[in-house]
Every structure is written in C-alpha cells, then in structure tokens.
DNA sequence: ATGGTAATTGAAAACGATTGTCAATTCTCG
DNA sequence: CGAGAATTGACAATCGTTTTCAATTACCAT
C-alpha cells in the first residue's frame, strides 16, 4: 500500500523550528478581548483553545488542539474546536497551512506574515519570510489584470539532518 | 450556514483559461506507450481516462474525470479513475492541484512548470510561469540547508471580469 | 491462437477529516 | 436574578478518497 499524501510520508506529525515553538506571553485579559472583538461570547472552551494554541506548538490540527484542550477540561467536545477555529480562521485569527490532503493545521495569525518550507522526510517545518517573492507574486497577479488577494507558497525540501542520514 | 472552503466559493467550479483548454493533439500509440513505459497494463479503461485528461479541460476533479469516461464507457467505476490517476501522479505523469479543502484536481503533467492563479469569484485559472520566483525559492530553500524537491506556489485574487462585476 | 497467471477491475464497504443536527446548557444584558 | 439568544457536546451525516475482494482481463510463454 502506498502513501496517499502527496507531499509528506504518512503518519509523520511535522515537527516545529525549536526556535519557533513559543509565541510572545500575552496578559490575562487578552483572549476574552479577541473573542468579544469577534463578537463571540467568552466561554470556558473558547478560553482554553485560545490558550493551547498561544501556549503549544505552532501549526497544530484540530485534533491536537482538542486533545490538548481535553486533558484539562475533559467535557469539551471535539466539534466546538473545529467550530471555533473556522470562526477565527474566517477572522484571520487563526491561519489554516494545508500540506496535499493532510488534515489541516493551525496557527494563531502572526503579526509578520512568512511562508513555510517544510521537510518531507522529517515533517520539520521551517517559517520564513521572503519580500522580493511576495513582490514578484503581487506582479505576476497585477500582469494578469488580477487584484491579489492571498497566496499559498510551500516549499519542499530535504532538511540538513535528513540529508545527513 | 458558511462555505466551508477557504478559497474560493462552494459548489464553484473553477473554469478554465479559453487559450489553454486544448492541449497539443498526441498520435494514437502514445497512451499505449505511456502507460507501458509506467510498468502498467494497458487497459481500454486507463486509455480512456488518458484520453479524457488530454483532450478535455485542465484542472479537471476525479470525479470530472469519472464522469467524462463514463459517458462512453458506462460500465468503468470511479475506483479505477482515482486509483489510475493516483498512480500517474506518483510517476509525476499528472499534477496533483489543490484549493484548499476542495477536491484535488489534475492536469497532465506539462512539459514546462507553471503555477496558477485562481480566481476566487468564479474560479477561473490562470497558469503563469515566472522563474525569478523560481529562483528565490532555490534560494531561500539553500538558506536553511534544504534541499529543494517541489513546491507549491497558488495565488488567490479577483479577475478582470470579476472585478467589473 | 491458447492457457496460465498475475494484474486489473467494479461494486461496495470502510475510511479520516470535517460539518450538521438538536436538545440541553451557559453567557449576556437588562 | 431571569429571559432569550448563543453555544455546547454527543452523535449522525457528509465528503472525498481508499480499501477490499471476487470476478475479469491483459500479457507472456508455449
Ligand atoms: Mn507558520
Ligand atoms: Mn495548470
Ligand atoms: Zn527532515
Ligand atoms: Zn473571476
């Protein structure tokens, strides 16, 4: 039997830059703000997910992010996260990175907008951030009579250590 | 209720650009010997799914294909269609082309790399070529020691007939 | 051409990710 | 504190795709 996914070998979780894996602290009070800016009500689960995906890994699954969730409060169930993620996703609170037919990953909207080069043997997942291609891309767009309104760049590759055996 | 697909609207079928419905016209032997060159037995169901991909529109769904084939052979079913084309696309003969969570669609792989732009309004895709892109993402890859095997490179916007409304 | 054999097929069931349904619960605001 | 609307969790449903399996077919050696 073959692998399905086009671009990464089944069963791998693709695993964070070290550096990358913790987000800036945010205060107590911020996440009930972000939920009522959405025009959401502030709820116990709405709380927690916001506080696995600050506080975890980056480019999560949903199903990470309810595991995560559940340890603590054991009564959440599994639709309220894919519920609320797609809200935030809507609001670009949170932004999806699809890799081919892989469930769908997560990560809480960065400030800096980067792309993402990916290893396809380990899953490591590189973030980067590359001006002169975003221009290019705002070009190619603009030659097409087309007004841009995002992109999916990813990239991948064979990381060092792979490379190394 | 809200579309559940990040790119472009539900139930839109991406259209295709009129210059390049039609690829360049293949002699009758050249299915026979793709599908033998791929180690594979020629069956009067893979050539016609040959066919339909060469002579149709690009960018088609499995089940597009699916229905195309069974028109004139309705006894073919669509576990044929996804597993031919799974396997053509393991051998880099089509090009997986994904939208977000949509359906995967294919295209026979062209002799020349391109990228699309999708139109987000009513679907229309674009191929383009650009190798400055190209090129800076060798670069950023070699950057992080990567060693480059493919990308994906989608940008998402809003056609000129779109944008007259 | 014929037959043996492994590859291929179609139908249907299974699958994994995600979404819908709905009655019960919980925020919010007055 | 309530009333009322939003939200929840359990569960079923859906969607695209893959697997299973018995029947068929293409291929190769005779
Ligand atoms: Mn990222
Ligand atoms: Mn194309
Ligand atoms: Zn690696
Ligand atoms: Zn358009």
Request: one cysteine or more.
């Amino acid at each position: 039997m073959e692998t399905t996914v086009p671009h990464l070998a089944k069963g791998r979780t693709p695993l964070e830059p070290e550096k990358l894996i913790r987000r800036e602290p945010v205060d107590p009070g911020k996440f009930k703000r972000m939920i009522r800016q959405m025009g959401l009500k502030v709820t116990q689960q709405r709380l927690a997910i916001l506080e696995s995906l600050s506080a975890g890994r980056a480019h999560v699954t949903a199903q990470e992010v309810f595991e995560t969730v559940n340890a603590s409060h054991p009564e959440i169930g599994f639709a309220t996260v894919y519920r609320f993620l797609r809200k935030m996703a809507e609001q670009n609170l949170v932004t999806e990175v699809r890799m081919g037919g892989l469930p769908a990953r997560y990560e809480l909207t960065p400030r800096r907008h980067h792309d993402h080069l990916t290893c396809v043997s380990c899953g490591q997942i590189v973030e980067f951030e590359c001006p002169p291609i975003e221009n290019l891309q705002e070009k190619v767009a603009n030659d097409h009579g087309f007004q841009l309104t995002h992109h999916v760049l990813e990239l991948y590759g064979i990381c060092p250590r792979c490379q190394a055996e």
